[in-house]
């Protein structure tokens, strides 16, 4: 294969980071990690074990009731926050490199990934000085005013899609509020969760407060959730594991945030901008490679665009460049692990008995190896097909059509997830009606996917549980404790 790119400067392996230190497991385990353009292991990353969790558990656990961290003023450990976007931003195309380059995922998209996690730590840290709690009086009464607490240890658990931005996410508020951490990233992409040691080190944030445990969702992933010393799970991944962890947490009463999978549906009605509607529907789901949770992986078009819709969709569909990752003209990479690859092709086989093939429908002839996808395209696909209820995470789209607004909502609620939608049209009336019916937690109305940080973020049904964003991941991590004064 020509023109297989390697970073400078890859680590020689990828450790815990566990009391300040970087470690090896326990048994001295390990697993491969593979360069999605190549299938080859460019490196091996620590196999974290119980052992292992628990070391990093107790080192947190330490720094919580011993360390200056949950004691510290907001606006004490906001500058700690600060200093880490400013570090973040400082080495955003470095981070883009090795993210790129380990995940697969398209250059451009990466640095603005990049960009977010540093704007995550920014926002946690104004918010956590903005902060105000409640205080009511009851006149010659009572005074009652609340006391918010961080929570002690948390267990930070993260997909392998955009993995450095979401563990920001996670991270961000977790430390802004006082608790120590255990992060357990994804093992497909364990490159940049690596990069946090020196970069919080660097940014003054104490010993222990911080701790990595690379491995296997049921090895590492597992003795996290089910460790006694840690009270709270923040997780992202799959349904199918949220349900998993669910279980495993319920003898400890943990507290939970659940980010799970989508099958988000984009519907256009009749008097959309269709030029608008078109590109916006070929970036939700041909972006990020189409490993997006809220990837816009359903279109759902009125009849009498139908036809002209699916013909304009699949020809811009056809003109997405798919490319090496590293390369600044790519729109889609390479998805990120051989697994993931197959399970996608094997949606894309299915697909062409349950729908009609308008566009791609297998590998680029230019990349007879690695993980490379055309970008896909199924027309006519009926609601009871799998390519129509399942996630399949990848460059892959079904496009269905409907008559009236009614058929519209029960096509668009007729899956077992609600991560969002996205509506098309310039009726008013009806784009809010209908985002105020589709079961979705979060819609975007002839808009593309972009959301302000304080806003709730969070899926119905079986995309989530709880919502983060705003002041709302502020009350994950904290307990907050009402105090009441007889006057
Ligand atoms: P996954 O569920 O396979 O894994 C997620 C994490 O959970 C990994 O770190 C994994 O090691 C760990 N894990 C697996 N089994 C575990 C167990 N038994 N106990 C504890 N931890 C365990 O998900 P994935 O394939 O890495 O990510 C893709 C999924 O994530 C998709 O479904 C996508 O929609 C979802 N996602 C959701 C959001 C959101 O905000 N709603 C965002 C990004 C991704």
């Given at each position: 294969?020509?023109d297989?790119?390697?970073?400078?400067?890859?680590?020689?392996?990828i450790q815990?980071?566990?009391?300040?230190?970087?470690?090896?497991?326990?048994?001295?385990d390990?697993?491969?990690v593979?360069?999605?353009?190549?299938?080859?292991?460019?490196?091996?990353?620590?196999?974290?074990?119980?052992?292992?969790?628990?070391?990093?558990?107790?080192?947190?656990?330490?720094?919580?009731?011993?360390?200056?961290?949950?004691?510290?003023?907001?606006?004490?450990?906001?500058?700690?926050?600060?200093?880490?976007?400013?570090?973040?931003e400082?080495?955003?195309?470095r981070l883009?490199?090795?993210?790129?380059?380990?995940?697969?995922?398209?250059?451009?998209?990466?640095?603005?990934?990049?960009?977010?996690?540093?704007e995550?730590?920014?926002?946690?840290?104004?918010?956590?000085?903005?902060?105000?709690?409640?205080?009511f009086k009851?006149?010659?009464?009572?005074?009652?005013?609340?006391?918010r607490?961080?929570?002690?240890?948390?267990g930070?658990?993260?997909?392998?899609?955009?993995?450095?931005?979401?563990?920001?996410?996670?991270?961000g508020?977790?430390?802004?509020?006082?608790?120590?951490?255990?992060?357990?990233?994804?093992?497909?992409?364990?490159?940049?969760?690596?990069?946090?040691?020196?970069?919080?080190e660097?940014?003054?944030?104490?010993?222990?407060?911080?701790?990595?445990?690379?491995?296997?969702?049921?090895?590492?992933?597992?003795?996290?959730v089910?460790?006694?010393?840690?009270?709270?799970?923040?997780?992202?991944?799959?349904?199918?594991?949220?349900?998993?962890?669910?279980?495993?947490?319920?003898?400890?009463?943990?507290g939970?945030?659940?980010?799970?999978g989508?099958?988000?549906?984009?519907?256009?009605?009749?008097?959309?901008?269709?030029d608008?509607?078109i590109?916006?529907?070929?970036?939700?789901?041909?972006s990020?490679?189409?490993?997006?949770?809220?990837?816009?992986?359903?279109?759902?078009?009125q009849?009498?665009?139908?036809?002209?819709?699916v013909?304009?969709?699949a020809?811009?569909?056809?003109?997405?460049?798919?490319?090496m990752?590293h390369?600044?003209?790519?729109?889609v990479?390479?998805?990120?692990?051989?697994?993931?690859?197959?399970?996608?092709?094997?949606?894309v086989?299915?697909?062409?008995?349950?729908?009609?093939?308008?566009?791609?429908?297998?590998?680029?002839?230019?990349f007879?190896?690695?993980?490379?996808?055309?970008?896909?395209?199924?027309?006519?696909?009926p609601?009871?097909?799998?390519?129509?209820?399942e996630?399949?995470?990848?460059?892959?789209?079904?496009?269905?059509?409907?008559?009236?607004?009614?058929?519209?909502?029960?096509?668009?609620?007729?899956?077992?997830?609600g991560?969002?939608?996205?509506?098309?049209?310039?009726?008013?009336?009806?784009?809010h009606?209908?985002a105020?019916?589709?079961?979705?937690?979060?819609?975007?109305?002839?808009?593309?996917?972009?959301?302000?940080l304080?806003?709730?973020?969070?899926?119905?049904k079986?995309?989530?549980?709880?919502h983060?964003g705003?002041?709302?991941?502020?009350?994950f991590?904290?307990?907050?404790q009402?105090?009441?004064?007889?006057?």
């Amino acid at each position: 294969m020509t023109d297989v790119y390697t970073p400078a400067d890859l680590p020689a392996k990828i450790q815990h980071y566990i009391d300040g230190e970087f470690t090896d497991s326990a048994d001295g385990d390990t697993f491969e990690v593979l360069n999605p353009v190549t299938n080859e292991t460019y490196v091996r990353a620590a196999a974290g074990k119980k052992a292992d969790i628990e070391r990093a558990v107790a080192a947190a656990r330490r720094a919580f009731t011993e360390g200056p961290w949950p004691r510290m003023l907001p606006r004490e450990r906001s500058r700690v926050l600060h200093r880490i976007a400013d570090i973040v931003e400082s080495r955003d195309a470095r981070l883009a490199e090795l993210e790129s380059f380990d995940s697969g995922l398209p250059i451009t998209q990466a640095l603005g990934q990049a960009r977010r996690a540093a704007e995550n730590f920014r926002f946690f840290a104004d918010l956590i000085v903005a902060q105000a709690d409640d205080a009511f009086k009851v006149p010659g009464k009572q005074l009652n005013y609340v006391n918010r607490k961080p929570i002690g240890v948390a267990g930070l658990i993260t997909p392998w899609n955009t993995p450095f931005m979401l563990e920001s996410w996670k991270l961000g508020p977790a430390l802004a509020t006082g608790n120590t951490v255990v992060l357990k990233p994804a093992e497909f992409t364990p490159l940049s969760a690596s990069l946090w040691a020196g970069i919080f080190e660097e940014a003054g944030l104490p010993k222990g407060v911080f701790n990595l445990v690379n491995g296997l969702g049921e090895d590492a992933g597992d003795a996290l959730v089910k460790h006694p010393d840690v009270p709270l799970i923040s997780f992202t991944g799959e349904s199918s594991t949220g349900q998993l962890i669910f279980g495993n947490s319920a003898p400890f009463l943990k507290g939970l945030s659940m980010e799970l999978g989508g099958k988000s549906p984009a519907i256009v009605f009749e008097d959309a901008d269709l030029d608008l509607a078109i590109d916006a529907c070929i970036f939700g789901v041909f972006s990020l490679n189409g490993e997006r949770c809220t990837a816009g992986s359903r279109i759902l078009v009125q009849r009498s665009v139908y036809d002209e819709f699916v013909e304009r969709y699949a020809a811009q569909a056809k003109r997405v460049k798919v490319g090496m990752p590293h390369d600044p003209a790519t729109e889609v990479g390479a998805l990120v692990h051989p697994e993931h690859y197959d399970k996608v092709m094997s949606y894309v086989e299915l697909g062409k008995s349950e729908g009609r093939l308008v566009a791609g429908g297998g590998r680029p002839d230019e990349f007879p190896e690695g993980n490379f996808v055309q970008p896909t395209v199924f027309a006519d696909v009926p609601s009871d097909a799998r390519i129509f209820q399942e996630e399949i995470f990848g460059p892959v789209v079904a496009i269905t059509p409907f008559d009236t607004e009614a058929e519209a909502l029960e096509l668009a609620n007729n899956t077992k997830y609600g991560l969002a939608a996205y509506v098309w049209t310039n009726d008013l009336k009806r784009g809010h009606n209908f985002a105020q019916s589709v079961e979705a937690g979060m819609v975007w109305l002839n808009s593309n996917n972009v959301r302000d940080l304080r806003t709730p973020f969070g899926g119905v049904k079986a995309s989530g549980l709880g919502h983060e964003g705003g002041y709302r991941s502020i009350d994950f991590y904290t307990d907050q404790q009402s105090v009441h004064i007889t006057l």
